[in-house]
């Protein structure tokens, strides 16, 4: 193996940057030359490549984003394309690559590597929603994003005695409002996984009330609950005589100079890509289980299922009563 490649893809995640410096940087140590990819699957149909240089990489590892910019291409999914995608990987001499996103990128991986080109995948999502891996590259920073504004929502909330309600991303998975209302001891966390109906909610908020006329409220709400976070806060409001207000953090959760822990995850998880296809692997999806990387392979990989541990759920069973 002479030439690899490195592509970013899915939303972008903070800490893309450091796997991508780790790639470049571990693969030139191997005497490899790497070839940067632009736009996510979408540049390999456009050739989109760009040789890299160990200065290709300096000074992103503090930056967000991904300076390879990326794409969602659902087109990716059929065999024509998948074949342009290698016939270019061939012109250039690209013999494999590393890929960096969320599920969907994953099952591009696996094509690819099925059809000869040895993809290893990383995951890189704010969402943490990849169950072969404890935590994905991003969620750390955006969990502390949202922290930061939860603090913040906190002061006007509680000067008021009000409820408010924070929106946060997750896409189905609800790892950064569980962790994010833990860190920011919210009042009540709504997930995918523990989602009390409204009335449960509204008669919890009039208990709180109840005792302490000027308290306040935070709920930490995952996204794709309700049709209208804000519909919701006027029932709130309407049955719990809390002066309710919602706020959907949105894209301030994406952005942002990478956490310590997203940089060193990035970092180790990219030098890990490489070794893995210097030993020839392809198709396999890189994790940290505890300290300790893993790798898994991707079709077992897709069909792992995130499992809360039973110590979180009584977390929020405590915090909720
Ligand atoms: O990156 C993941 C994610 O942020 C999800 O939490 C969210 O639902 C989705 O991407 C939004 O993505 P976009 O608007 O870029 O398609």
Same mark, same amino acid.
């Given at each position: 193996?002479?030439?690899?490649?490195?592509?970013?893809?899915?939303?972008?995640?903070?800490?893309?940057?450091?796997?991508?410096?780790?790639?470049?940087?571990?693969?030139?140590?191997?005497? /490899?030359?790497?070839?940067?990819?632009?736009?996510?699957?979408?540049?390999?149909?456009?050739?989109?490549?760009?040789?890299?240089?160990?200065?290709?990489?300096?000074?992103?590892?503090?930056?967000?984003?991904?300076?390879?910019?990326?794409?969602?291409?659902?087109? #990716?999914?059929?065999?024509? &394309?998948?074949?342009?995608?290698?016939?270019?990987?061939?012109?250039?001499?690209?013999?494999?690559?590393?890929?960096?996103?969320?599920?969907?990128?994953?099952?591009?991986? /696996?094509?690819?590597?099925?059809?000869?080109?040895?993809?290893?995948?990383?995951?890189?999502?704010?969402?943490?929603?990849?169950?072969?891996?404890? #935590?994905?590259? $991003?969620?750390?920073?955006?969990?502390?994003?949202?922290?930061?504004?939860?603090?913040?929502?906190?002061?006007?909330?509680?000067?008021?005695?009000?409820?408010?309600?924070?929106?946060?991303?997750?896409?189905?998975?609800?790892?950064?409002?569980?962790?994010?209302?833990?860190?920011?001891?919210?009042?009540?966390?709504?997930?995918?996984?523990?989602?009390?109906?409204?009335?449960?909610?509204?008669?919890?908020?009039?208990?709180?009330?109840?005792?302490?006329?000027?308290?306040?409220?935070?709920?930490?709400?995952?996204?794709?609950?309700?049709?209208?976070?804000?519909?919701?806060?006027?029932?709130?409001?309407?049955?719990?005589?809390?002066?309710?207000?919602?706020?959907?953090?949105?894209?301030?959760?994406?952005?942002?100079?990478?956490?310590?822990?997203?940089?060193? /995850?990035?970092?180790?998880?990219?030098?890990?890509?490489?070794?893995?296809?210097?030993?020839?692997? $392809?198709?396999?999806?890189?994790?940290?289980?505890?300290?300790?990387?893993?790798?898994?392979?991707?079709?077992?990989?897709?069909?792992?299922?995130?499992?809360?541990?039973?110590?979180?759920?009584? &977390?929020?069973?405590?915090?909720?009563?």
């Amino acid at each position: 193996m002479k030439r690899i490649g490195i592509l970013t893809s899915g939303g972008d995640a903070p800490g893309m940057n450091a796997a991508i410096r780790a790639v470049v940087r571990a693969g030139l140590s191997y005497g /490899l030359e790497v070839y940067g990819i632009y736009n996510g699957y979408r540049g390999l149909i456009e050739e989109d490549f760009v040789a890299m240089n160990r200065h290709s990489v300096s000074d992103i590892v503090a930056r967000g984003g991904t300076i390879l910019r990326t794409a969602r291409l659902p087109e #990716f999914k059929e065999l024509s &394309v998948q074949q342009k995608a290698i016939a270019n990987l061939k012109k250039h001499g690209i013999e494999a690559l590393v890929v960096i996103g969320g599920d969907g990128t994953y099952r591009g991986a /696996l094509d690819l590597t099925n059809q000869g080109v040895n993809c290893i995948a990383l995951p890189g999502t704010i969402d943490n929603d990849v169950a072969s891996t404890d #935590f994905t590259i $991003g969620f750390d920073t955006a969990l502390n994003t949202i922290i930061d504004a939860v603090d913040k929502i906190r002061d006007t909330t509680e000067s008021h005695s009000r409820c408010s309600i924070v929106e946060v991303m997750g896409n189905h998975c609800g790892d950064l409002a569980l962790y994010a209302g833990i860190a920011s001891g919210a009042e009540i966390i709504i997930t995918p996984e523990i989602h009390p109906d409204d009335q449960e909610v509204i008669d919890y908020l009039k208990k709180l009330r109840a005792q302490d006329a000027d308290r306040r409220a935070i709920m930490v709400v995952s996204e794709k609950l309700y049709p209208s976070i804000h519909d919701f806060a006027k029932k709130i409001e309407e049955n719990t005589g809390f002066v309710t207000r919602a706020t959907v953090l949105g894209y301030i959760q994406r952005g942002g100079a990478p956490s310590a822990n997203d940089r060193i /995850l990035g970092g180790r998880m990219g030098a890990y890509a490489v070794d893995l296809l210097m030993e020839g692997k $392809g198709g396999e999806a890189v994790g940290i289980r505890g300290t300790t990387l893993v790798a898994t392979p991707i079709p077992e990989a897709l069909k792992m299922k995130k499992v809360w541990d039973e110590s979180i759920r009584n &977390v929020v069973h405590q915090i909720n009563n």
